[in-house]
């Protein structure tokens, strides 16, 4: 038992060596049983195709059989007695030729191996994204209160400025009114961001047992179209399937034609009184050859089923081909809108820097209050936020193309 569970860690080592995630770190993201349930049905698939491998493989089957029986009389006293007769034997039926259906079954199973494999890996890998996912937006909720926090500093400072031009009687209240209202507004969105932070977490800890904190974040890019093709686990597996589809095809054509067999028996055993001869060996053999082939009326249909289903496997592959495309086009596009966001920040930082400073001059001056230039440094401090959280934004919208390709490293 020791031996078994040192077996069942290496192979979780293995694993985790093999299909690596944005470094060591974040590769063992995910809880211990989390991380052993996958181990556990990478196996299973593991042990599951070998059996299918081998299903062509028919068992040898021992019988053993004990008869009692009355029928017969003693020879000696003509009274009513009871035979006891005792044998057993060994049976082989083996099919040795099935027009290609065994080379396809064994095919059909690396096939079927295949595709439940990548799938595994796809449901791994998107478990760790969406742990990684909650840990970037972690991080943006937390540059979004901060960003929330300088705006909520202007609100006062409009209130207070509103207020003193409201009591001189040279501003209407509507406008104090509407000051007021959006501090309200942006306070109550920081107690949003609070709940969602608390939600974050919470659903972080289904799926990992590590502290957000003490996981470094990967710093992804963009790959090549050509790689993400390449890699990309869904089409991966939706091409498995095909070749899964296509064997099986073969294999259901097979089924209907000739099928050559070996039978082969040993029987040893107590032999009937009523065939008792001196001619007749308690021990024998019985072994010969079967050719057969079914005529079943549902054949056809069978097989053209089977093709329909070959065809929408492949069918799948190209359409499979044309959404990679697709996903890959519109997370490039994304990011180039983004691109021209954190552009737009930084020429807004820019521009409200020399306001900063050029509102520092007049406070010096006394022709601004110490107010007017807080509401220049909040503002630029929000648009350097900005800029932090559209970055944010492009590594959550290249972590969707990551998840879904197989090497990433």
């Given at each position: 038992m020791r031996g078994l569970g040192v077996l069942k860690w290496l192979l979780l080592l293995c694993s985790l060596c093999a299909f690596p995630l944005f470094g060591d770190t974040l590769s063992e993201i995910l809880s211990d049983n989390k991380t052993l349930m996958f181990e556990y049905d990478l196996e299973r698939n593991e042990l599951?195709?070998?059996?299918?491998?081998?299903?062509?493989?028919?068992?040898?089957?021992?019988?053993?059989?004990?008869?009692?029986?009355?029928?017969?009389?003693?020879?000696?006293?003509?009274?009513?007695?009871?035979?006891?007769?005792a044998n057993y034997g060994v049976l082989i039926d083996q099919p040795i030729f099935r027009s290609g259906g065994i080379y396809y079954a064994m095919k059909y199973a690396d096939a079927y191996r295949q595709?439940?494999?990548?799938?595994?890996?796809?449901?791994?890998?998107?478990?760790?994204?969406?742990?990684?996912?909650?840990?970037?937006?972690?991080?943006?909720?937390?540059?979004?209160?901060?960003?929330?926090?300088?705006?909520?500093?202007?609100?006062?400072?409009?209130?207070?400025?509103?207020?003193?031009?409201?009591?001189a009687g040279l501003l209407d209240s509507s406008f104090l009114d509407q000051a007021i209202l959006k501090k309200s507004q942006d306070e109550a969105n920081l107690l949003e961001l609070k709940l969602n932070r608390e939600e974050l977490l919470q659903r972080f800890s289904l799926l990992s047992d590590k502290e957000p904190a003490s996981l470094k974040l990967p710093h992804l890019k963009l790959v090549k179209k050509e790689r993400y093709r390449q890699e990309n686990l869904e089409l991966k597996k939706d091409r498995a399937f095909a070749q899964q589809s296509e064997y099986q095809s073969k294999m259901t054509i097979a089924k209907y034609l000739p099928t050559i067999s070996l039978q082969g028996e040993y029987w040893n055993g107590d032999v009937n009184p009523l065939f008792a001869n001196p001619l007749l060996n308690e021990a024998y053999y019985n072994y010969g050859v079967t050719v057969?082939?079914?005529?079943?009326?549902?054949?056809?249909?069978?097989?053209?089923?089977?093709?329909v289903a070959r065809l929408r496997a492949a069918t799948q592959v190209i359409d499979r081909k044309e959404t990679v495309d697709e996903e890959y086009d519109w997370i490039r596009n994304s990011l180039h809108i983004l691109d021209r966001k954190i552009a737009l920040a930084k020429k807004d930082e820019k521009i409200y820097r020399n306001l900063y400073k050029v509102t520092r001059n007049l406070v010096k001056a006394g022709e601004k209050t110490k107010l007017d230039a807080d509401v220049m440094k909040n503002s630029l401090e929000i648009r350097r936020l900005d800029q932090q959280i559209y970055r944010i934004d492009k590594q959550i919208q290249l972590l969707k193309l990551y998840i879904r390709m197989e090497h990433v490293l």
């Open positions: 599951e195709s070998d059996k299918l491998s081998k299903s062509w493989i028919n068992p040898v089957m021992l019988r053993y059989k004990k008869n009692y029986t009355t029928q017969f009389k003693d020879l000696h006293t003509g009274k009513d007695s009871t035979t006891i007769t595709s439940n494999r990548t799938d595994i890996i796809l449901q791994r890998r998107k478990m760790i994204g969406d742990a990684v996912s909650i840990l970037f937006q972690l991080k943006k909720n937390r540059l979004q209160q901060q960003k929330l926090s300088y705006q909520i500093k202007n609100d006062r400072i409009d209130i207070l400025q509103k207020r003193d031009s409201y009591n057969s082939m079914p005529l079943d009326i549902n054949s056809f249909s069978d097989i053209e089923s089977s093709k």
